[in-house]
């Protein structure tokens, strides 16, 4: 009987990444193929201008500036399709229980500690609450209908300010209502936050808010979200 491999699992290479990317995008963006045809025609155009245009005229000359072109094209089309597959993925989420926490733990860098697990949950019309600690202070945000998630939402602050005193916590909700933060502008909406805290006092206030908090283990997790499912594809 044959032994089972244990090596670890080969990742797709470098063009299937690509094409896997362009494919989660162009179910949002129909005109996308059209869209990259272009950049790369332009780019080719402005590479054989240049090369009519800078002396001496040679034809070795020409084919030169139109590759460059060429190499440039496909770069601008690369940088737009992942610009694009951003805001595919956040229409794809928009709404679904769960894409508040999968934007915060992936997208709000090393400055800011976070977790795709909510704080907070009930259970009963799956409204949640997450929350976020950085140099910015202390971020709490609720995901659902916004009268239903008052009480968490007091509950976590009331928590918070409790054990760290004195350190801002900031309240969002996320939505497309007055005063709530679209799911796309969330991560940047905490992360322009103005820095309030040090290091050591971020430091601090995460271990005593762990502290206190219950095990997430036993909370309800919201369904309808799957991040590897719904996180665009990246090129490595």
Do not use: C
Not at 10 to 39: C, D, N, V
Not at 155 to 173: F, M
Request: proline content about 7%.
């Amino acid at each position: 009987m044959a032994a089972r491999s244990t090596g670890p699992e080969k990742r797709p290479g470098f063009f299937r990444q690509i094409g896997t990317l362009y494919s989660f995008t162009q179910k949002e963006f129909r005109w996308l193929p059209f869209a990259l045809a272009g950049i790369l025609l332009v780019g080719i155009g402005i590479g054989v201008a240049i090369g009519f245009l800078l002396p001496p005229l040679a034809v070795w000359s020409v084919i030169l500036w139109g590759f460059t072109g060429l190499m440039l094209g496909v770069l601008a089309g690369l940088m737009t399709m992942t610009r694009l597959s951003t805001v595919a993925m956040y229409r794809r989420i928009d709404g679904m229980p769960g894409a508040t926490g999968h934007v915060m733990s992936t997208s709000l860098g090393r400055r800011w500690q976070a977790d795709d697990m909510p704080v907070g949950v009930n259970p009963r019309t799956q409204e949640a609450v997450y929350r976020a600690i950085g140099r910015g202070g202390v971020v709490i945000v609720g995901e659902g209908a916004r009268g239903r998630l008052t009480r968490l939402v007091n509950d976590e602050r009331s928590k918070v300010q409790r054990v760290a005193s004195g350190v801002p916590v900031t309240v969002l909700y996320v939505g497309h209502g007055e005063d709530e933060v679209p799911i796309a502008k969330l991560a940047g909406t905490i992360k322009s936050l103005p820095k309030s805290i040090d290091r050591a006092t971020m430091a601090a206030v995460i271990k005593r808010i762990e502290s206190v908090s219950q095990t997430r283990a036993s909370l309800p997790i919201p369904k309808g979200i799957d991040p590897m499912r719904a996180r665009a594809p990246r090129p490595r």
